[in-house]
């Protein structure tokens, strides 16, 4: 049984940083394109980022120069290190696994406030 497991999510100030981890079991993330979305309820899922097996990258235009994602196939782990942030990118991250979003992640919540 596929499990995506996200952590970092929190409390943070306008220009802070954060970094998310989504830690993979059941499969190997190295088989499997991954990905970062975001979502606050009664809004639409919207994509923040992708990385392919090959990490190819893809950027949501609202995150490109702030956002990155990564992958560490060793530890089974995609990060989204998330800088420069704004009170607009307070939501639920979720991890997904697969170009068809095969799997979900039980979400983080991100809030970004003064």
């Known amino acids: 049984q596929v499990q995506l497991v996200e952590s970092g999510g929190g409390l943070v100030q306008p220009g802070g940083s954060l970094r998310l981890s989504c830690a993979a079991s059941?499969?190997?993330?190295?088989?499997?394109?991954m990905g970062w979305y975001r979502q606050a309820p009664g809004k639409q899922r919207e994509l923040v980022a992708t990385?392919?097996?090959?990490?190819?990258?893809n950027y949501a235009d609202s995150v490109k120069g702030r956002f990155t994602i990564s992958r560490d196939n060793a530890k089974n782990t995609v990060y989204l290190q998330m800088n420069s942030l704004k009170p607009e990118d307070t939501d639920v991250y979720y991890c997904?696994?697969?170009?068809?979003?095969?799997?979900w992640g039980q979400g983080t919540q991100v809030t970004v406030a003064s």
């Open positions: 059941g499969s190997v993330i190295s088989i499997w394109d």
């Open positions: 997904t696994m697969g170009r068809r979003l095969t799997y």
């Open positions: 990385i392919s097996t090959g990490g190819i990258t």
